[in-house]
């Protein structure tokens, strides 16, 4: 059923592959979007770089489909923009909202572990319509079994309300208010300064994996295109737009920014 019309337009599913196909096949049936899609399971859930994840009933799988949300040179931008909103939202249901950081590119993390992961596809329409895709998967009751790197759920953080319903509320809040803030790219430099408050690991020694690569260095800062500043041992800086970033102090507990929600990637052609 859809949603009620005082709030966002909303398809609510028992079991889909994914919400992301859903929320793609709705744009290619010509639905103008705003949409949101939101499952009780999926049996064929996509992460970063082609990886699966098993979604069970008791988190929150949610997509929200966007027709032409910014203009193409500020697309690889929404990654940022994802993880800040839905940070924000997140953050009104804990006792500590202080707790709530984001982990570049975009991860939503809770005392350090990870409880939402993002993944954002796009699809270009016969019709010349760009359908951009903001997928998500919060942890709400459940955790994976044998993560091996820390991983957290609202219920474990002590969240005010567990209810689904209320968790896509305060989630699709929180992703209304930075999406207007971004005002299609033109408002990114709040967006960033936001987004570095929030963040983890600013600052730190790190590792970044590359599909080709790993370097190591610095994180300094944020570029003006939300590309992570690797500051070498050299002293030289390089521009890092994609990647999976591991903080040192972190190694011998493996924590990736990728876990069983789905995580922080963009396609978008």
Known sequence: MEGASSGPRRLALGEVTSTNSVALEAARSGDPG???????RQSAGRG?????????????YASLLLMDPAPL????????????????????????AAAVAVKWPNDVLIGGAKAVGI?????????????VVIGCGVNVSLIPDEA????????????SDLALDTVFD???????????????????????????????????ECRVAMADRTL????????????????????????ISAGDLF????????????????????NLD
């Open 34 to 40: 705003p949409l949101w899609v939101t499952a009780e």
């Open 48 to 60: 970063r770089r082609g990886r699966s994840w098993a979604s069970e009933p008791g988190n929150l």
């Open 73 to 96: 040179e500020h697309l690889s931008k929404l990654p940022l923009v994802a993880s800040l909103g839905i940070r924000d939202g997140l953050a009104w249901l804990l006792p500590d």
């Open 119 to 131: 993944l954002l596809e796009s699809e270009r329409l016969p019709d010349g319509r760009m359908a």
């Open 148 to 159: 091996p790197y820390p991983v957290t759920s609202l219920a474990r953080e002590g969240a």
């Open 170 to 204: 305060a989630v699709a809040e929180g992703l209304a208010g930075a999406l207007s803030r971004f005002d299609r790219g033109r408002g990114f430099d709040d967006v960033r300064r936001e987004w570095l408050g929030v963040a983890v690991g600013v600052g730190a």
């Open 216 to 239: 190591a260095g610095r994180f300094e800062a944020l570029d003006e295109d939300g590309r992570l500043i690797l500051l070498r041992e050299d002293e030289t800086r390089m521009a």
């Open 247 to 266: 903080f040192l102090e972190a190694d011998a507990r493996k924590a990736p920014s990728d876990t069983t929600a789905p995580a922080a990637t963009t």
